[in-house]
């Protein structure tokens, strides 16, 4: 008898686990290459999104004999992405539910060059960057709107000192104390955005600014979204040099004037270069979008999906199934290099073979989405509102009062954009929801988000007339979240992906590549790039950034060996500048910048930072020979530094008086919360009224904003005090809607209790729409939350 040879368990353990399927995967890999297949033959683009549609329109163009079939769950087309022309009193408007316009810039070569070759380059509209649709972005805070400076114009001192004045800019100074901030720990390998401002700067920064931006990108929280994801580069400058500033100095003092540095992640480094060797616009469409902040389409973003299907059904090798949803796709069981996609009803569906399939899907464990609505308004009054400009935003740190309808912010389309309507007017565009809904089953019928809407208007912006139009529109969880973790869980899901699906499946999405139209654009092509040649058969996802090994959590800033001239313009190459480190800014933003400035003109908050900058390299780094007039590639450092080049004592002697200043201002502001009261009244008037702790983390649930301190909650809505009835309740046994409807106001303020069982339910009924706050407590947790009707799913 032969005996077989012991082997440990824990040897054939690995053999079963990792060893074979890695060899069945070389195996793969071997077959595949020597295969003379040159192309794939059938391919399937799971969704039918901008994304999908970009995805067959690359590959196409790449292989254009295979057979490329789209799989859309819908009856048509472009996903998020809908325009509507709708009659008016005098002719006809354009309402966007989803994104309505696109950035130029490096992130939109891919898009532009698509517009083109579509031909579609005469249907552009463009804003051009000195328009007032452009220029005048609002923020809404604390009860009315606060314009920001515009990017390109020489801060004005005092616009600063009324927006200081107005509280948005209140944590701002604390900002000159980031260099001296501790760093983060190296265990510390994410942190919310929220997390990061507040430990770098002043978390009133994050709840009033940040806030305000990721409202407009994400419709996402501060405190949820991921710092490292979406503030990268100043996660990384963080991670380079302990802070932000300190590696911006890093960089610069390390820079040899001749080499070009590029903050980027390599991958996206190569892929900018890739970009630059391929994209080839022309003159004048690339002059306008130089000029631009903005552009779309005369008919809406629909233009860009509708020429993308027409060119695709023309094209003769794509086909569309509409009503296709996708129920699953795996590895083909008996031939490991083709994938098994089922789609169809769950009652019948049926299965089809591809040699490579490119996935749009979501994947419901990488992020969370939120849900937005748009509610599109046009009023025949095209002097309706008292600002003119691109819209508002409304950032956390509002307080619950001025937005109990829970608004992100509010465009003004007819002045961002213009050229889309034949009747005059004014077009608005509130958008609804968000973070704010996290969790919500029951949404806004579109007669309560109209009604949310025109109270949001009317106090906002003080409008008492009514549209002759509206639409209201739902995009459930149409916006992913980058939350906290994010990049750890894209490297394992394209870890997964790849062992799963041995590289016959790529990624691509608003889920994996960033949320923007033109990141999903970008990502398409990338991916269709990767394809070409032999590239197909790779062993690859679509997600190489993700497990790209350069990355090791730290940034590098790779330098980039460049021939061109310092001048180049963007839309040819990436733009880089001899001499010193790139932002994501604009070429044009820096000319401009450069050739209008007026050396007599001295700002004092470019002093104040240009003076901090100089203090800290001179200190730090025996740096202040580096004034060369180039100094740093940021837009405000440059002049600063241009400044101070040109007049250095001024600004020295003005950096030291706002420095004196800012060290004044902190005492007596210090001296003033330490001063005992006087008297008793006095003590009582300064004493913070008595907070009801419980109360305060209802409401910190309830509004979501976790992060405000007590006082500030408690502050932010005071209702009258909500009965309490037992100690635990049953939330499934909550009354249902029809008895939930049935409130008995109370006649001291806008709130009424019902109190059902062991559960405490309270209605706003002063809103447009009654909004139910529900305390339910359980056992050991509490549920508080804002619903529209119905309790019943509420699990504990
Ligand atoms: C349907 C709602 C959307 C919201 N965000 C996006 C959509 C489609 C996606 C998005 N919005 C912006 C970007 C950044 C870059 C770009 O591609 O343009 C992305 C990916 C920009 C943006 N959109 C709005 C604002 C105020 C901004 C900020 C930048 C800027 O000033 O241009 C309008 C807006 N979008 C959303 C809300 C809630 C909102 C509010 C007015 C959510």
Redesign the pocket.
């Known amino acids: 008898m032969r005996l077989k040879k012991h082997v440990p368990l824990i040897m054939s353990t690995m053999r079963r686990v990792a060893l074979r399927p890695v060899a069945s995967s070389l195996c793969n890999r071997c077959r595949r290459y020597i295969s003379s297949q040159a192309y794939p033959e059938k391919v399937a683009v799971l969704g039918g999104g901008i994304s999908g549609l970009a995805s067959a329109y690359f590959v196409a163009k790449e292989f254009p004999q295979s057979k490329i079939t789209i799989h859309e769950a819908n009856k048509d087309g472009g996903g ?1 992405i809908q325009s509507r022309r709708v009659e008016v009193p005098k002719g006809d408007v354009l309402f966007e ?7 130029p810039g490096r ?1 939109a070569l891919i898009t532009a060059q698509l517009i083109q070759d579509l031909d579609l380059t005469d249907n552009v509209i463009f804003t051009k960057k000195a328009a007032t649709g452009a220029k005048n ?1 609002y923020i809404y805070y604390p009860d009315r709107l606060q314009r920001l400076p515009s990017p390109g114009d020489a801060p004005d001192f005092w616009h600063i000192a009324e927006l200081w004045r107005s509280g948005l800019l209140a944590g701002a100074p604390y900002a000159l104390l980031e260099p001296f901030r501790r760093q983060r720990p190296e265990s510390l390998k994410d942190e919310s955005i929220g997390d990061f401002v507040e430990r770098r700067f002043d978390k009133r920064l994050g709840t009033n600014l940040a806030s305000a ?1 990721m ?5 996402g929280d501060i405190w949820k979204l991921s710092a490292r994801t979406l503030l990268s580069q100043a996660w990384m400058l963080e991670g380079l040099a302990g802070s932000i500033y300190k590696g911006m100095i890093k960089i610069q003092q390390e820079t040899p004037l001749t080499e070009r540095v590029m903050l980027f992640h390599p991958h996206d480094l190569d892929v900018y270069k890739a970009m630059r060797e391929e994209v080839k616009l022309n003159d004048p469409f690339r002059a306008l979008l130089d000029e631009s ?2 552009f779309t389409f005369e008919n809406g973003m629909a233009e860009l999906v509708l020429a993308l299907k027409k060119t695709l059904e023309k094209s003769g090798n794509v086909d569309f199934k509409f009503d296709s949803r996708v129920q699953n796709y795996k590895l083909a069981k008996e031939n490991r290099d083709q994938v098994d996609v089922t789609t169809g009803p769950r009652e019948a569906p049926s299965t089809e073979k591809y040699d490579l399939v490119v996935s749009t899907l979501r994947n419901p464990k990488l992020t969370p989405f939120v849900t ?1 609505m ?1 509610v599109n308004l046009y009023f025949p009054n095209p002097n309706l509102i008292p600002e003119k400009g ?4 409304i950032p956390q740190s509002v307080a619950f009062e001025e937005n109990p309808e829970r608004a ?4 003004f389309d007819s002045d961002a954009i213009q050229g889309q309507d034949t009747a005059e007017g004014t077009k608005l ?1 509130v ?1 609804l929801g ?1 973070h704010y809904w996290d969790g919500w089953e029951h949404f806004p019928s579109n007669d309560e988000a109209y009604e949310l809407a025109m109270s949001l208007l009317r106090r906002h912006l003080h409008i008492k007339e009514e549209p002759t139009n509206y639409h209201v529109n739902l ?1 459930k969880d ?2 992913p979240q980058y939350t906290v973790g994010y990049d750890e869980r894209l490297k394992g899901y394209a870890e997964r992906v790849l062992f799963e699906f041995q590289g016959r499946v790529r990624v691509v999405g608003n889920q994996t590549h ?6 999903c654009i970008r990502g398409a092509w990338a991916m269709a790039r990767q394809l070409r040649g032999v590239g197909w058969k790779k062993m690859e996802t679509g997600l190489e950034k993700a497990l790209d090994e350069r990355y090791d959590g730290a940034w590098r800033y790779g330098a980039v060996n460049g021939n061109d001239p310092p001048d180049a313009d963007e839309y040819t190459s990436i733009h880089v500048h001899v001499g010193k480190f790139m932002w994501s800014h604009e070429q044009s933003d820096y000319d401009s910048a450069i050739n209008n400035f007026d050396g007599d003109e001295i700002h004092l908050l470019q002093y104040l930072f240009g003076y901090c900058i100089y203090c800290i390299g001179h200190w730090k780094y025996d740096w202040h020979g580096e004034f060369d007039g180039h100094g740093g590639d940021i837009f405000w450092f440059n002049r600063i530094f241009d400044h101070l080049e040109h007049n250095a004592c001024v600004g020295v002697s003005v950096g030291a008086i706002v420095v004196i200043a800012a060290v004044v201002f902190f005492i007596i502001r210090k001296r003033r919360r330490q001063t005992p009261a006087k008297t008793k009244e006095e003590a009582e008037d300064a004493a913070p009224p008595p907070i009801d702790e419980k109360r305060a983390q209802v409401l910190e649930h309830s509004v979501g904003a976790s992060e405000l301190d007590a006082r500030e909650r408690a502050e932010m809505w005071s209702p009258p005090a909500v009965a309490e009835v037992g100690t635990s309740a049953n939330v499934s046994e909550l009354p249902g809607d029809s008895n939930f409807l049935q409130t008995s106001p109370k006649p001291d303020a806008g709130m009424s209790t019902v109190s059902e069982l062991e559960g405490v339910a309270s209605v706003r009924d002063d809103l447009p729409v009654p909004l139910y706050k529900v305390q339910a407590l359980c056992s050991d947790c509490m549920l508080p939350e804002y619903r529209f009707r119905t309790l019943r799913s509420v699990e504990c």
């Open positions: 998020w539910y989803g994104a309505r316009s696109l950035r992130d972005r931006v409202h407009g990108i994400y419709a902040a903005m937005v748009t691109f819209g508002y935003l992100l912010g509010v465009i565009t958008m968000g995009s149409c916006i960033g949320v923007g139209v033109n990141d």
